[in-house]
């Protein structure tokens, strides 16, 4: 899946080198000592290796390792970590035992070979996120993954503790996902901490050289990648943004590349890491689409791990019909207004549709971060039962805090604990995701044909509601339950009675006593429909918990 | 652009048998006596050669020319239509002299020269239509079209009587461009008339030769085709169809490919073609996306005029970033309920959005046949001021008529009037076409930035609209003149005074004297906004008129 020769572009001239070095040394492979013999599923087995300091290693020096079960081999790309230290990082994917052997174009770096067992994983450990039922997610062990996402662009360039509280407000938050920039943005936290690492050597603004990384930079990013990852929090991870100016937009072909092999050397191993190429890609005007394309496909080459992949717009939709994109990333606030926008582009790519960015909710003069928490919740639940996802931002600038999107902290907005109460919903319902029932008819009903319901008024204040199911999953004498929710208030009222189906036309069905569900008149108001199985009570649509 | 190998995908092996014919046989190659000296650009040159008859001349046969204005060599292929006769057509882009040289695999067909002259177009005679301006329509002599569509699939399997009503009503009709099957559904005309001609020989419901075709079918369907073309109507020809079960959806891939050739063959030359691969193509389940991929590239191919290209769906919308579609067929009637539904597929494919079905307007029990008139034209608004293009459909079934959709004869429905005033609107607007001007943010405007806006309210019954234009193109100090349109009642209501823009924030200019525009409070009501010139008038955005 994975060959060497993608890994390590030049080994076929480097081998003929490695040889020559292995004669001239007396040095033999050697058994890594200071390897770990365990190593939990879905964590890092890291190898830490020895070798050259002198001249430029991350350039020089190619190193990586191939693993095998036995009958598989995944082939690892790895780093040079400063100070003649060289790293390989590997994250299994099943328990047992596994053996591997490392190549390099550096004699002390070749030829290690050794081998360790693989432990069940942690209590809570799901393994890394994919695409699940064309339009949804799930972790790799099943366990579905009902995306909440938020944007904190660069929490990682403010003083230590605001990133030890931009942790905490995570915990405490419904949010499963945060879209963080690798490279900063211009402004600096309160518009007056300057970034404390960078990425390349050299100095800001634009003093770098583009052939050597900062170790210190990328350490303290893998810190803080595995914490999220305890949390339960996906990092997608935006490799590329077009606000910097510090030169790091407009790097040549080969830098590109350099830096792209190395980020994802040294990250892929984390079971929480997407890949999202770019942030408002077509506003990075010194790449083109193919540019775009070529790195997307980078990155599907280098990641063992086939890592969730993506690439984020401004003003103009990229082709998420490429192969290498798993899902669609899109701005696009609009889109999620209503419910029958939202639904559209699912046909288009046939891939789940994530609307990263619907606006801020915010008190922002810009238009793009002044949404109301009212107006926040609301393009969830649209995005939600048209069987997309949505993503969350958080835009008050205050004197003592600057934005939770620009820099993490504290939220301020009045959405995320309606955010969590929808989350709930959404992990209480059809393990495989809510697909649009009847689309192009009724596009404010999502849920799993026959089973589960979910419909949404948005800004109606309908006083009733004829109890009404599309054809497609039921048949006559089918009993449900009825719930009606506030999405704002958080509340659900179960409606007294079941609700029997009877056949009304060639499309539809009703109540069999034409019964209707009575609503407050009030907007933002759902309804939950489930059907009731032999017991008395739903059936069972999510997966157990355990 | 179109080499001979593709239109004779056996030459290589069938020259050498033509050249030992012509040793064989004392007959040169002759002037074709029969030709026409002249004949008017982008009308059809024909030549008309006499062959073999026996054995199977549509498969065994093959025939075509060279033509050359002494710069740029079009490749052609011919066919057979019966009797011992071949013909090849070419249809001229510009003026002045030609010259041709036939091919073929039998002596008596290849190496025919001549000459002729093209003379200018005949006035009203604007050439095929292209795409313009990545979203819009024109003709080849850059004329815009306004796409007004109507759907009649089977009119040519009507009583000819029928069939000249049809003519009749789409020349009084604002419609220019018409959806029509190639190959029969299976109902027949008031369920009682069986289609008097078929496109292969053999006869229903199976007993077909798909090697041999119908001339006589072809030449029927051509006549109705010149004669569409004369009264401005675009023939949007659905090549393959899921309805029929008469076998033709389930012939093998050689099949298809000879039934691809011929008809581009034979049809190509009218001006007026554009080339539907199928409709509903996903409810076709005998054939995959892979083979229409095939099939459409294989028009592409054959094809030596480039006529536009598209593919129209059932419920699953094709991949319309396929190279070979020149614009995106739509069926999504929910698409153009709103603007900012609408809007969403340009981005997508970056090619004109033609919702070709949005339901019809009717009086059937089924949902895609019972649109109001209001409904129908509300549609046709939302796609307009979306920057997009809408189908109509009229399904009226009654004792002395069928449905226009299905069999053409007479329309039924309210909404062609409106329509037509659409369309003359539209023709005013814009040459280049009606763009969303803040896309995203109010779908409701479409225009051209600074020259022409154009806001449709829908269902919204507003009593006043605050003046207010998207920076893009204004600046301060332009003076506007404000129609104010009602939609269904064909009024057209000048705004007295101008109004003057003056900005109101980093986004939008108002009026100076911060003047609204007064609204009826009634539904489907737009208001026209255009720019004063130094003369006072509006500018002009359309092309003058010859």
Chains 1, 2 share one sequence.
Not at 286 to 310: F, I, M
Not at 413 to 422: I, K, Q, T, V
Not at 439 to 454: H, I, S
Request: aromatic share 14%; glycine share 8%; with cysteine.
């Amino acid at each position: 899946m994975n060959p060497l020769s993608l890994l390590f572009p030049r080994l076929g001239r480097v081998a003929v080198v490695a040889a020559v070095a292995s004669v001239l040394s007396p040095a033999q492979p050697l058994r890594a000592a200071e390897a770990p013999q365990t190593v939990r599923q879905w964590d890092i087995f890291e190898l830490e290796l020895k070798g050259p300091a002198e001249g430029n290693p991350f350039v020089d020096v190619q190193v990586g390792a191939r693993f095998s079960d036995g009958s598989r081999t995944v082939d690892v790309a790895g780093f040079y970590d400063g100070d003649g230290v060289y790293r390989v990082r590997f994250m299994p994917d099943h328990t047992g035992g596994w053996r591997y052997e490392t190549k390099s174009n550096r004699w002390p770096l070749t030829g290690r070979i050794g081998s360790f067992t693989v432990t069940p994983p942690a209590k809570g450990s799901h393994g890394p996120v994919r695409v699940h039922n064309t339009y949804h997610f799930a972790y790799a062990d099943g366990t579905p993954f009902k995306e909440i996402g938020t944007t904190i662009y660069n929490w990682l360039d403010t003083p230590e503790e605001v990133q030890e509280q931009t942790l905490q407000t995570l915990a405490a938050s419904p949010f499963n996902k945060a879209r963080m920039l690798i490279t900063q943005q211009p402004e600096s936290y309160q518009r007056k901490f300057a970034p404390p690492r960078w990425p390349f050597a050299g100095k800001p603004p634009h003093d770098w050289d583009f052939t050597r990384f900062n170790p210190d930079f990328f350490r303290h990013y893998e810190q803080r990648l595995g914490q999220l990852r305890d949390l339960g929090v996906e990092a997608d991870l935006i490799l590329f943004n077009p606000y910097g100016k510090w030169g790091f937009e407009t790097m040549d072909a080969a830098s590109d590349e350099r830096y792209v092999r190395y980020v994802v050397a040294r990250f892929a191993a984390y079971c929480n890491v997407w890949w999202s190429l770019a942030n408002e890609y077509d506003f990075l005007r010194t790449k083109t689409e193919a540019d775009w394309d070529r790195l997307g496909t980078l990155v599907q080459q280098c990641d063992p791990y086939n890592h969730l992949r993506s690439i984020h717009n401004g003003s103009l939709v990229y082709d998420h019909n490429k192969p290498w994109i798993t899902h669609a990333s899109i701005q696009n606030g609009s889109a999620v207004e209503e419910p029958g926008r939202a639904e559209l582009y699912r046909d288009v790519y046939r891939k789940p549709i994530v609307y990263d960015e619907v606006k801020y909710e915010g008190r922002s003069p810009y238009r793009w971060g002044n949404l109301s928490g009212p107006e926040m919740v609301h393009r969830f639940w649209c995005g939600t039962v048209a069987g997309t996802y949505v993503g969350h931002g958080d835009y008050f600038f205050t004197t003592v805090e600057d934005t939770w999107t620009s820099f993490g902290g504290q939220l301020t907005g009045e959405s995320a604990p309606r955010l969590a109460f929808l989350r709930k919903i959404m992990e209480d319902g059809p393990a495989d995701g809510i697909d649009p029932i009847d689309k192009w008819q009724d596009p404010r009903v999502g849920g799993k044909p026959g089973d589960y319901y979910l419909i949404y008024f948005g800004h109606e204040t309908p006083t009733s509601w004829p109890f009404q199911l599309y054809k497609n999953g039921v048949t006559a004498g089918m009993r449900f339950k009825v719930e009606v929710i506030d999405t704002w208030a958080m509340t659900i009222a179960p409606v007294e009675g079941d609700f029997v189906a009877k056949k009304k036309d060639g499309y539809d069905f009703v109540d069999a006593q034409n019964r209707a569900v009575a609503l407050p008149g009030r907007a933002v108001m759902a309804i939950r429909i489930r059907r009731l199985g032999a017991d008395g009570a739903p059936v069972k649509t999510e997966l157990p918990t355990d």
